[in-house]
């Protein structure tokens, strides 16, 4: 594996990509969307081949950690043909965020084809809350998922919680202990000012990473964990259980300094920070005449000099990023 080619102008170098492979989803999350969303036509939308493509050239330029995310990634049809090819590139990590809402058939086939961990989302153990966050999810389902992620044997497998006030937070005692029992990590998020909703106040909804461990400590003593994440979330683990416990906190513990990674969304935009505008378009090079894989990869290295030094996420629930997250691939 080469050595990452790819490193900004504040020295920070670049191993890590989120591809987004589809803007769609079977969910309509309330902090990821609108109720009433339109989705991208398809022409607009890279095909699988460009985005194997787009993931062949940046591991080339030394990524060696993909994550396959969207929308809701297991709505693209033959995904697991592009699992299956970026599965044969010798990625050091291999992983996908889903909702869970496919795995219980979906868990094996991704294992099989070469993903090597898993991010499911939960926001709720309650089948009313969680239809309410998810407006359309059904819990059991993603529960069955979960248990179906787990007998596959992916080498990880991490739960995502979004924490809301008054929504989910009393809840956070019970979703530990779930982890606990299912023996998976967990990541509490705070809610990020991507697009905008009118379904709640995120200013007033915003439940900090420092509550969120302050009522986990009620019960459970936490350590910090030694290990790099190499990703955002700052880890804990208890004493008596193997599983760790993250933090994502984009608005109280700004992790930009250590940011190594970019995404590229399903319109083949090359995104150089979750919280700016700043980004190339990859999709002109893929459909340029002629396409050359060494012309995207000198789009791919000059867009470098572009990824910003940090994001300014307020939370005064004001929206400073007018895409949602299901365009942006979290
Ligand atoms: N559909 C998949 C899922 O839900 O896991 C993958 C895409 S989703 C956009 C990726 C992650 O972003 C999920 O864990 C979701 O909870 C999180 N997310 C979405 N909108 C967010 C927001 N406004 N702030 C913080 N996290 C958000
Ligand atoms: Fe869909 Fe994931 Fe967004 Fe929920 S968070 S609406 S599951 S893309």
Redesign the pocket.
Known sequence: MPQSNLTDRFGRTVNYVRLSVTDR?D???VY??AEDMTFLPRQQVLTLEEIARVARNFVALGTEKIRLT???PLVRKDILELVKEVGTYGLRDFAMTT?GSQLSTMAEPLRKAGMHRLNI?LDSLDAEKFRNI?RTGNLNRVLDGIDAAREAGFRGIKLNTVVMKGRNDEEIPELIEFARKKQVDISFIEEMPLGEISEHDRGLALCTSDEVQSIIRRHHELVPATEDSGGPARYFRMPDSPIRVGFISPHSHNFCSTCNRVRVTVEGRLLLCLGNEHSVDLRRVLRGNPVTDDKLRQTIINAMDLKPERHHFSSEGDVQILRF??MTG?
Do not use: K, P, Y
């Open positions: 989803c969910f309509r999350c990821c969307m969207g929308g809701e909702n989302s998810t997250m299901n979290g």
